[in-house]
């Protein structure tokens, strides 16, 4: 038995190897952050989470939250 499923989706995480690739890094998220965010994420109870991590500015989107008996939960 799955006990519960956390998606969380990123929208750009900051690496030394996109610093080479001509993109602009100040609008990536900061990976200490998005690690952070997601073990926040993953407490409290329920049986299905899908957060977006949004950057520029830096946001979370909770846009499932479910219960056991896969019910939407209040935010």
């Known amino acids: 038995m799955i ?3 956390l998606i969380v989706a990123t ?6 190897r996109r610093q080479t690739i001509d993109e602009n890094a ?3 998220l900061d990976p200490k ?5 997601a073990v926040a994420l993953s407490s409290g109870r ?5 957060a977006k991590l949004l950057g520029n500015p ?3 989107e909770v ?3 479910l ?3 896969f019910l939407p939960i209040g935010n």
């Open 67 to 69: 219960d056991n008996n």
């Open 11 to 16: 929208s750009g995480v900051a690496k030394e």
């Open 3 to 5: 006990g519960k499923v």
């Open 33 to 37: 952050w998005v690690a952070a965010e």
């Open 46 to 50: 329920f049986k299905y989470k899908f």
């Open 63 to 65: 846009v499932d939250h």
């Open 58 to 60: 830096a946001a979370v």
């Open 26 to 28: 100040s609008s990536m």
